[in-house]
């Protein structure tokens, strides 16, 4: 403290003095963020241009993505199996979106409803479900297809573990990104626009081809991009769907990578197209959405104009039946029966039906106890931090008290560019290492996840922060209370709700994370999503079902007290109107 | 000494200056409105004044205290001032009497004597059948009413008002700017008010300040800023006019586009540079014939419009210019005729910018 400023403090009147807390904020939460993001990356950098054996500079690495066959290989077939998941995504998605927005068809709001719940899923879980359904041998449905059929057990309908297969399992939890993308875009259509066309003579059809479908279009490519990233950075469904079926993806591959003996440098550099191509596909999919007047309508225009469907409806019916049926019924059906049955294929009798599964997964395997600590224990302690972390973030952001209090915002919005399993190498490369000895602990880990779900809960409060008019805070401060009693009178109560919605958002994408946590766990460190992995190759599919029950219970009833926190009821609604 | 003081406060914003050097005086019970067109300055001058903006350079002064100057700035939590919100700002976690108490409970008085105070300044504002209610469920002239008692309850030295009728609907608005000035004269606050609304800071400010481009343009009574406008700025800004431009003749006359003489019963041309003088729509004598020696210019009538009262008239004179008039009913000439416009003197203002 200099002489002039306590001069000046005199100066003031005598006033208390203000000690101003945002300036060490800004500098703490700065280096925070710098390390959870920007080290990570670095060291992946650092490393693709690094000799494993002796440490000196080279460009091996990255030739080797192009000359070693089974690195190519897997990119490509990764690609191929993105787009194909981006592609049968979208082909389906859009129909249901449709039917469910714009038209008649009963029980709307359920189906909504449904499909979001697959978005839940967390989609390892969803292919093994489909491992116990269409296995080329015990699949559930090839049983069943062999006995309606009268067929030898050679025969085999379905096999799981081909590349479409693969597709297939990953489109089914995929999809509703595109679904929810194009409904939500559909609901804000307005209607007037489509009556302009029907008054200038335009057939129901042809509204629907030159009006409503050239407006949803926009969000059609956006949903589709995010299912195609989805699919691209996927490590569990691939790992337990492609590697039986003999084939990698690129994350299978990262991950084999770091097998015995690791070849650090390859895996990588191996990573850095990977999260080039998804830094463009985000980019790609912001400037579709960013055409404003393009896709966002304002929403004054009444209510949307709904089709009827006619005789259409018993057809359209069943076709969004089955495709629930793929998405939830089936696979949900196949692990509630595994969870309980002695086999997965036995018939649905009293006989068949044991709590041996609940009893070793809870009871006698030893890894369980663990690991369900370990997951909530993280779980908890990373929606904590990151709610933390994203409030502070976004107020320092919205409220501009400091210059360059941007930064912080891309910082926090940053890692959403970096996929699960590029992040699991750079975090190995940072902390995997003589000097912090992370690895084998849980705050490698904890770091891992507090990276990954960083940007979701600082839009979150981002968003509810601008929704906060800055002049309801300026008034507390008129009145008389400091900057932190403001905060603390007029700004919490007003963000509690959001708050709680972001802790369990990040509560439920913690649980589920695999792709980094695959890299990052050790024998000590087992979560629940590694445990399902891993009694995925030894073939327990039973004490998995109960494994992904508890995982699905829990995600369910986090999920449902975010959706239903009373909202601050009669105290909405107060900005001024017009 | 004037009670609150501005001198040269200056605020910058990187390379944008917002606010270039603003000096002003209010005394102490004084309602002064800064009125100006949007992005004009004024609401940062306010928020300067609240201390929400640090002074880039010059001094803010309440009673000789400097409570914002180039290096400190006192926060507004400890200036003892209150404001009306352009949102209004209700918290709307708090019912009414919550909203209305909570300064009075961060000073710390005791329970029974808030809820006195609340009580009192809810039956001045009429709003005491609505204490429990929450701000969602008022109406948008009950929201202002209970921004209004808030930042009265407090006693506050300062009373500073941000567009506070802007979101009112327009019988409203005219309801709560008498009401703004009953409270006013029943509380004697000093109080600065920020509108861009002429006519609300005509009915409810005792001196009006127009400002533009970050500058006071001019600053006076209402019958000043009307009646005696110094610049182009503000005979436009106020009330509505035609500006008459020529060639400077003496410190009072020019001779106008269109070859005749203006002489103006009041005003100062400037010394140099364009000579322009304002003459008010209701003010010019439209006729047939000439109606005086001086001031008098012929033209052709280019739209009437019959408004009941009276007529409304464009008329284009020869050096170019359309000039707006206001004309008794009786005073009835078809569109394409000529006629004589007269500019009496005395209504004629010479404006040195």
Redesign the interface.
């Known amino acids: 403290m200099t002489a002039?400023?306590a001069a000046?403090?005199i100066?003031?009147?005598g006033?208390?003095k203000?000690v101003d807390l945002s300036i060490p904020t800004f500098v703490l939460l700065g280096g925070l963020l710098t390390i959870l993001v920007v080290l990570p990356l670095f060291w992946i950098i650092f490393y693709s241009f690094r000799n494993d054996v002796d440490g000196s500079f080279t460009l091996q690495n990255f030739a080797s993505l192009v000359t070693d066959s089974t690195l190519l290989r897997a990119y490509l077939l990764a690609i191929g199996m993105a787009f194909g998941v981006g592609i049968l995504s979208c082909l389906v998605a859009t129909p249901m979106a449709w039917l469910v927005s714009r038209t008649d068809l009963p029980g709307r709001k359920l189906i909504r409803i449904l499909v979001t719940a697959s978005f839940v899923t967390p989609p390892f879980l969803g292919a093994i479900a489909y491992e116990i359904l269409a296995a080329p041998n015990s699949g559930v449905l090839n049983v069943l297809a062999r006995k309606l059929l009268r067929q030898d057990s050679s025969f085999v309908m379905f096999d799981i573990y081909t590349f479409s297969g693969l597709v297939f399992a990953i489109a089914c939890f995929t999809f509703p990104y595109v679904f929810t993308l194009v409904s939500n875009a559909l609901d804000r259509v307005p209607s007037d626009l489509e009556d302009a066309s029907a008054i200038l003579g335009g057939k129901a059809l042809t509204t629907v081809r030159k009006v409503t479908l050239p407006l949803v279009l926009p969000a059609m490519l956006a949903g589709t991009l995010i299912a195609i990233l989805q699919a691209l950075t996927m490590f569990g469904s691939p790992a337990i769907l492609a590697l039986p079926a003999g084939f990698h993806v690129i994350t299978t591959k990262i991950w084999s990578l770091f097998q015995f003996p690791p070849r650090l440098g390859v895996a990588a550099a191996a990573a850095i197209p990977l999260l080039v191509i998804t830094v463009m596909l985000l980019r790609t999919q912001k400037t579709i959405l960013g055409r404003k007047g393009y896709t966002v309508m304002g929403g004054k225009s009444g209510t949307p104009r709904i089709t009827e469907l006619g005789r259409w409806k018993w057809p359209s019916m069943a076709f969004v039946l089955f495709i629930l049926s793929l998405t939830i019924f089936l696979p949900y059906g196949a692990i509630l029966k595994t969870a309980f049955m002695q086999t997965p294929g036995a018939g649905l009798t009293w006989e068949n039906f044991t709590l041996r599964h609940w009893n070793f997964v809870l009871f006698e395997f030893s890894a369980t106890q663990l690991a369900l600590k370990n997951t909530l224990f993280l779980g908890i302690v990373t929606a904590t931090a990151v709610t933390a972390i994203a409030v502070v973030t976004a107020y320092l952001v919205t409220r501009r008290s400091i210059r360059g209090a941007g930064y912080l915002g891309i910082l926090a919005t940053a890692p959403v560019a970096v996929p699960g399993i590029v992040l699991g190498v750079g975090l190995f490369l940072s902390y995997a290492n003589p000097t912090f000895q992370l690895y084998g602990t849980l705050w490698i880990l904890l770091i891992a996840f507090m990276t990954i779900e960083l940007p979701a809960g600082y839009q979150q409060m981002s968003s509810s922060f601008a929704g906060i008019?800055p002049?309801?805070e300026?008034?507390?401060?008129?009145?008389?209370?400091?900057?932190l009693?403001t905060l603390w009178?007029?700004t919490a109560?007003?963000l509690r709700t959001s708050i709680i919605a972001a802790w369990c958002f990040v509560f439920v994408g913690t649980i589920r994370e695999l792709s980094a946590t695959i890299l990052l766990t050790t024998a000590n460190t087992k979560l629940v999503s590694v445990i399902i992995y891993d009694l995925n190759e030894s073939g327990d599919l039973g004490a998995i079902c109960v494994l992904g029950i508890i995982l699905l219970a829990v995600s369910f009833t986090v999920v449902c007290i975010a959706n239903n926190i009373p909202v601050?009821g009669?105290?909405?609604?107060?900005?001024?109107?017009? | 000494m004037s009670f609150l003081e501005l001198a040269a406060v200056e605020k910058k914003y990187g390379a944008l200056t917002v606010v270039k050097g603003v000096d002003l005086s209010v005394e102490r019970g004084q309602l002064v409105c800064l009125l100006g067109p949007s992005g004009c300055g004024k609401t940062t001058t306010l928020r300067l004044v609240a201390g929400f903006v640090d002074a880039s350079s010059g001094e803010v002064r309440v009673e000789g205290r400097v409570v914002s100057s180039a290096g400190t700035t006192v926060p507004p939590e400890g200036r003892n001032m209150s404001m009306i919100f352009q949102s209004y700002a209700l918290w709307p976690h708090m019912t009414v009497f919550q909203n209305v108490a909570y300064g009075l409970n961060l000073r710390k008085l005791p329970a029974d004597e808030v809820k006195r105070r609340v009580h009192e300044i809810l039956t001045v504002t009429q709003l005491l059948p609505l204490e429990h209610r929450y701000p969602g469920e008022l109406s948008g002239g009950q929201q202002q009413r209970v921004s209004l008692a808030r930042a009265l309850v407090v006693k506050p030295e300062i009373l500073l008002l941000d567009e506070p009728l802007s979101n009112l609907d327009a019988n409203l608005r005219e309801e709560m700017r008498f009401e703004i000035r009953r409270l006013h004269d029943e509380f004697k606050y000093t109080t600065v008010y920020v509108t861009h609304d002429q006519s609300e800071a005509m009915t409810t400010a005792d001196v009006i300040v127009v400002m533009n481009d970050g500058y006071i343009e001019q600053a006076g009574s209402p019958e000043d800023i009307y009646a005696r406008p110094e610049s182009e700025f503000v005979a436009r800004f106020i009330g509505g006019t035609n500006i008459l431009s020529g060639a400077r003749l003496s410190d009072t006359a020019l001779r106008c586009n269109g070859d005749f003489v203006l002489d103006c019963g009041s005003g100062k041309l400037a010394a140099d540079g364009k000579a322009i003088a304002s003459v008010r729509h209701h003010d010019i004598h439209v006729g047939e014939t000439r109606q005086a020696e001086v001031n008098c210019v012929q033209g052709t009538v280019a739209r009437q419009i019959y408004m009941g009262s009276h007529r409304d008239y464009l008329v284009t004179i020869p050096g170019g210019e359309t000039i707006r008039a206001i004309a008794p009913v009786e005073v009835k000439l078809p569109v394409g005729d000529s006629a004589w416009l007269h500019f009496p003197k005395e209504k004629c203002r010479a404006l040195s910018r």
């Open positions: 002039t400023q000046n403090g100066v003031g009147e006033r208390r203000r008019h002049e309801l300026d008034a507390g401060r008129i009145m008389g209370a400091s900057r009693r009178d007029i109560p007003l601050l009669r105290a909405r609604n107060v900005m001024p109107r017009g």
